[in-house]
């Protein structure tokens, strides 16, 4: 009997697995940063972004999501509304590596075997692992720490997607991520002997925004929630 509930679990599983649909495509936008370097505008891309993207699509209103996604985050002090920072001139850059996963909702039904063209707002979060470079500021200039480091965050985007062409959709979207570091613009060291360094607002860690579009690809059989 045990064997035989093992079996049937297993059968079941594969049903499931192949009565799913995905999505796997391209991200392509920019990228820009807020924090304690630059300018604090909410979205104002100033540096390419690229990626790619996955989706496993588990109902008409939810989806699992994996991206991956290179961009440099760029600061500059005299692009600040903050006369303090104009005055103090500093700059920054820094490539980043982005491994973001999480769940997609849709404010409507996207069932994409209706036949019919498809168009709606969703939302996404999860987490985010971002790898950087460790840097902190020598009178006024950006240094290389010689090491880079992985931070956490919590992704947010709001965007809209339509159907595009038969088998393909076009999103765009606009995510902040909230990061669980300091040192992305270099304020604040990695290197405990590099503490006196330190500047900005201790209080507060950096954030980065995407703003840009996905093209994804569907393939995958007619999904369970779908009706003859």
Not at 95 to 107: D, R, S, Y
Not at 139 to 159: C, F, H, K, R, Y
Request: hydrophobic fraction near 35%; charge should be negative; charged fraction near 15%.
């Amino acid at each position: 009997m045990r064997y035989l509930t093992v079996l049937i679990i297993s059968i079941l599983s594969i049903q499931v697995s192949y009565a799913q649909i995905h999505e796997i495509g391209v991200y392509l936008g920019g990228s820009n940063f807020i924090g304690d370097v630059g300018a604090t505008n909410y979205i104002s891309p100033n540096q390419l972004a690229i990626g790619g993207i996955y989706k496993w699509n588990r109902s008409k209103r939810h989806s699992y999501r994996a991206s991956v996604i290179f961009s440099d985050l760029e600061g500059l002090d005299s692009k600040s509304d903050d006369p303090r920072r104009q005055q103090r001139g500093y700059e920054f850059s820094n490539g980043i590596l982005e491994i973001a996963a999480g769940m997609e909702f849709t404010f409507m039904d996207f069932d994409l075997h209706t036949g019919r063209k498809l168009t709606t707002p969703y939302l996404f979060t999860g987490l985010s692992l971002t790898n950087y470079d460790d840097t902190y500021f020598v009178n006024g200039e950006q240094t290389d720490e010689g090491s880079s480091s992985w931070t956490v965050g919590i992704p947010m985007a709001l965007g809209v997607k339509t159907t595009f062409i038969n088998g393909l959709i076009l999103a765009v979207e606009v995510g902040a991520r909230y990061t669980f570091t300091d040192g992305l613009d270099g304020s604040t060291p990695a290197d405990s002997n590099l503490q006196p360094y330190r500047f900005g607002n201790i209080n507060n860690n950096d954030w980065y925004v995407f703003s840009g579009v996905t093209l994804t690809y569907t393939f995958g059989e007619k999904p369970c929630y779908c009706t003859n």
